[in-house]
């Protein structure tokens, strides 16, 4: 018997034909708590062909039927699509991502439609603060402290959003500053 190996049957020409698709996105699928201030990627095993990629991905609310604004990215060495909402997401909402099947790889290879949804995180709520709430004859000029359920966007704090009550025949104080610090 002949005991040297067999020579492979594939051709030299031939290679990985693994089908175009996409790998891996963030959020991921069914993930809840998303921040609302979160970008949206979406990574394929190929490059694409981005000239249309505004018209292959939408980003909408499952409850609506208009498609989230904002921009999409490409970067082509991360195979990598990013969706940068114009706004915030709404919170505690399901949204629904979907790749459409017009997107096509560089090689021409079309992708079968892809669709991933995520809930958004609850809503800021307070979780304690400094003076604590009602307490009475408070220093003036006395700074107060809140902690958040949440991350916040910091860009997204302003002095408006708060307000100060007074009681009594005294006026409420103005809130000059807001300072943000995350842990």
């Given at each position: ?32 708590g ?5 970008d949206?990627?979406i ?9 249309n ?7 909408r ?21 990013k ?10 909402t399901?949204y629904m ?11 021409g290879?079309?992708l ?23 307490t ?6 006395t700074g107060i ?16 959003d ?8 005294e ?13």
């Amino acid at each position: 018997s002949n005991n040297t190996p067999q020579e492979s049957s594939v051709p030299s020409w031939w290679m990985n034909t693994a089908e175009f698709v996409v790998g891996a996105t963030s959020p991921s699928d069914q993930q809840t708590g998303v921040p609302v201030c979160s970008d949206i990627y979406i990574s394929f095993n190929a490059d694409i062909n981005d000239n249309n990629l505004s018209n292959t991905i939408r980003v909408r609310r499952t409850s609506q039927i208009s498609d989230q604004v904002g921009t999409i990215t490409y970067d082509p060495t991360s195979y990598t699509a990013k969706f940068d909402p114009t706004e915030n997401l709404k919170s505690e909402t399901v949204y629904m991502v979907t790749v459409d099947a017009k997107t096509q790889s560089v090689d021409g290879e079309s992708l079968e439609e892809y669709s991933f949804t995520f809930t958004t995180q609850d809503p800021a709520a307070t979780t304690d603060s400094l003076p604590v709430n009602q307490t009475s004859d408070v220093v003036r000029n006395t700074g107060i402290w809140i902690e958040f359920n949440l991350d916040l966007d910091e860009n997204s704090i302003q002095p408006e959003d708060f307000e100060l009550e007074a009681t009594g025949s005294e006026a409420a104080p103005a809130i000059v500053g807001v300072q943000y610090n995350s842990t």
